[in-house]
């Protein structure tokens, strides 16, 4: 089992930035390949960006790519996603992933944290 708890949520005015963390428990971090969702209200859950166990390989949707940016700290057992530029239509609830390889389904999910990004 993977514990996430995601943090770093909340109001930011467009063009501004925010950096989100999910911490991971339960499992040896460097194992597990994670991921960031996001569900705005009335849509579905879109995938948003991707990194490997070892922080060598990310992946972005094109809707946040060079504005967006994955990370992790296998030190911490912490992944991060840092947002720059936002858009009013980034705002939704983020929530961080883990899966055990790039073969199978995201298994394991965090709580998910608001982001609003007012115009």
């Known amino acids: 089992q993977v514990q996430l708890v995601e943090s770093g949520g909340g109001l930011v005015q467009a063009g501004g930035s925010l950096r989100l963390s999910c911490a991971a428990s339960g499992r040896t971090f460097s194992s597990i390949t994670m991921g960031w969702f996001r569900q705005a209200p009335g849509k579905e859950r879109e995938f948003v960006t991707q990194?490997?166990?070892?922080?060598?390989?990310?992946y972005y949707s094109d809707s946040v790519k060079g504005r967006f940016t994955i990370s992790r700290d296998n030190a911490k057992n912490t992944v991060y996603l840092q947002m720059n530029s936002l858009k009013p239509e980034d705002t939704a609830v983020y929530s961080c992933?883990?899966?055990?390889?790039?073969?199978?389904?995201?298994?394991?999910w965090g709580q998910g944290t608001q982001v609003t990004v007012s115009s």
């Open positions: 992933a883990a899966r055990d390889s790039d073969y199978v389904q995201y298994r394991y």
């Open positions: 990194i490997s166990r070892n922080g060598g390989s990310t």
